[in-house]
């Protein structure tokens, strides 16, 4: 069973979350979105503590085939889909499985279409986070799976997290309590799923405007990361909102709101 929570009236918007995280990301924005569209949040398959009913894995490929059958299922379309992070591989996995079918405009938040690097491609984690540095993460996960995740946010690129995670925040210690509450073999298994996906030819399948929100000190991902997804995507449109990390839209809220209802909202003439 998906968990779901659908607010507002108005056209569609689905809003899939990051890996770990939960339909709650969205709900700072829900203020602003529901009075004009019909916004579906979802816990995706193994998230938001909800413990797995079946032994469906979540694997990427799954909750793609999860999001067709939500838009088959509210008879969705002209549908506007945004992703942050795990959720935008999920929109590139259903793209990739049925090209823009169902969507009118898409957004995607601060992600890569290749997760683990080699030597000749340095756009995903870190721009140094190859197999064997990704086996070795898979280990520490079955071993502390919430101090894991944190320090893969921690150990990246933004030297604030770093301080951060030095330091022991107050919000370091909710998210480590989230994630201990976590059931982590669906989570581990669906992370593995991503670390193997590659979607970069499925950028090149886009043909709606797309939307592109990426941190300027993203934890994960370098600006090159960036301009690579901006220039496979035919007329993206590109911010980067200097100063903040994976979230950039929960660091900059009102700017992103701002930004994602101009998009919506804009004729694809104004592109």
Not at 22 to 32: G, I, K, N, T, V
Request: aromatic share 10%.
């Amino acid at each position: 069973m998906i968990h779901l929570q659908v607010s507002g009236k108005g056209s569609p918007i689905i809003m899939l979350h990051g890996w770990t995280a939960s339909h709650r990301e969205w709900s700072p924005f829900l203020d602003q979105l529901t009075p004009h569209h019909r916004v579906f949040r979802w816990d995706a398959r193994g998230h938001g503590g909800h413990r797995l009913t079946q032994e469906t894995v979540p694997t990427v490929q799954r909750m793609a085939q999860d999001l067709r059958n939500l838009i088959e299922h509210y008879h969705l379309d002209d549908l506007v889909a945004v992703g942050h992070s795990m959720g935008a591989l999920t929109l590139w996995q259903y793209i990739k499985e049925h090209g823009c079918e169902k969507l009118r405009k898409v957004c995607f938040l601060d992600q890569s279409p290749k997760l683990l690097t080699d030597s000749e491609w340095f756009n995903g984690i870190y721009g140094d986070f190859d197999h064997d540095r990704s086996a070795t993460f898979l280990s520490q996960l079955q071993t502390d799976f919430a101090e894991s995740v944190l320090l893969l946010g921690a150990m990246g690129l933004n030297a604030n997290a770093r301080e951060k995670y030095r330091t022991g925040s107050r919000g370091l210690d909710k998210a480590r309590q989230w994630l201990n509450e976590q059931d982590p073999a669906p989570l581990i298994a669906c992370w593995e799923s991503l670390t193997e996906a590659d979607y970069r030819e499925t950028l090149e399948r886009i043909n709606i405007p797309a939307l592109l929100v990426y941190g300027g000190a993203s934890n994960y991902y370098r600006s090159e990361t960036a301009h690579y997804v901006q220039n496979k995507i035919a007329n993206a449109v590109l911010h980067i909102y200097e100063g903040t990390d994976h979230s950039p839209h929960q660091w900059d809220r009102e700017r992103f709101v701002r930004d994602l209802l101009d998009f919506i909202d804009a004729s694809s003439h104004d592109k």
